[in-house]
């Protein structure tokens, strides 16, 4: 079947310090693979995505890689600001189950100055 | 932008009571999903639609039904409402399947039952 698992957090890191989110997954057929981001109080945002193996998606400074030998999206980002502070959602789409989506269960970042 | 609007950001009901959640999507997507979301849980499907009228179950629709009586507008109904149900809804919608396209989310409704 389809699932995510990302790490577990939470996470907190001085500001400009350097982000790695850790998602691997599983899946049955060619999914394609995203990262969400939700600030307190509201829901969740696309932050990016890839749809093919190699493909590396990027916002916002933001960037992760759609590696299909490890089976990983791993998000990263080179210097974080106190405003990344949220939680952060790895995430697959499989057109083979009807594009449902499956998540994992969420990241928290603090990022203190 | 896609803008998917649910009616209210914060419910307190009585235990028993019949709920209703609203979501309206303003893009002519097809798909339309609502989640429940937990802390340590992630996020749970509840129910989809991929189109009017049509609806199936996701991983957790034990309590809930739904209606989807136009393409635009995705209800979430507790029957008979319980303390466990206590959560955050998200409401979500996708431009249809077969196509990669992402979910779109609404700013959910957190939801009290006492």
């Known amino acids: 079947g389809n699932s995510v698992t990302q790490m577990e957090g939470p996470v907190t890191l001085s500001e400009e310090a350097f982000l790695t989110i850790n998602c691997t997954y599983t899946a049955t057929g060619y999914p394609s693979l995203f990262w969400y981001v939700q600030y307190p109080g509201e829901g969740l945002q696309l932050l990016l995505k890839a749809t093919k193996a190699d493909d590396k998606g990027s916002n916002k400074g933001f960037e992760a890689t759609y590696r299909k030998e490890t089976t990983s999206f791993h998000l990263e980002k080179g210097s974080v600001q106190v405003s990344d502070s949220a939680v952060y959602f790895c995430?697959?789409?499989?057109?083979?189950?009807?594009?449902?989506?499956?998540f994992g269960t969420g990241t928290s970042l603090t990022v203190i100055p | 932008d896609v803008k998917v609007t649910q009616s209210s950001r914060y419910l307190v009901k009585r235990t028993g009571e019949k709920v209703f959640l609203e979501c309206v999507q303003d893009m002519d997507h097809e798909n339309m999903f609502w989640y429940r979301q937990d802390p340590g849980l992630g996020l749970r499907l509840i129910y989809f639609s991929y189109d009017v009228k049509m609806k199936e179950k996701g991983d957790i629709p034990e309590g809930y039904s739904v209606s989807r009586e136009k393409k635009e507008r995705f209800s979430l109904i507790l029957e008979s409402a319980s303390t466990n149900q206590t959560s955050m809804y998200l409401c979500?919608?996708?431009?249809?399947?077969?196509?990669?396209?992402?979910?779109?989310f609404g700013n959910g409704t957190r939801l009290t039952v006492t």
């Open positions: 995430a697959l789409s499989d057109q083979g189950t009807g594009n449902q989506f499956y």
């Open positions: 979500a919608s996708s431009l249809r399947t077969g196509v990669n396209s992402p979910l779109h």
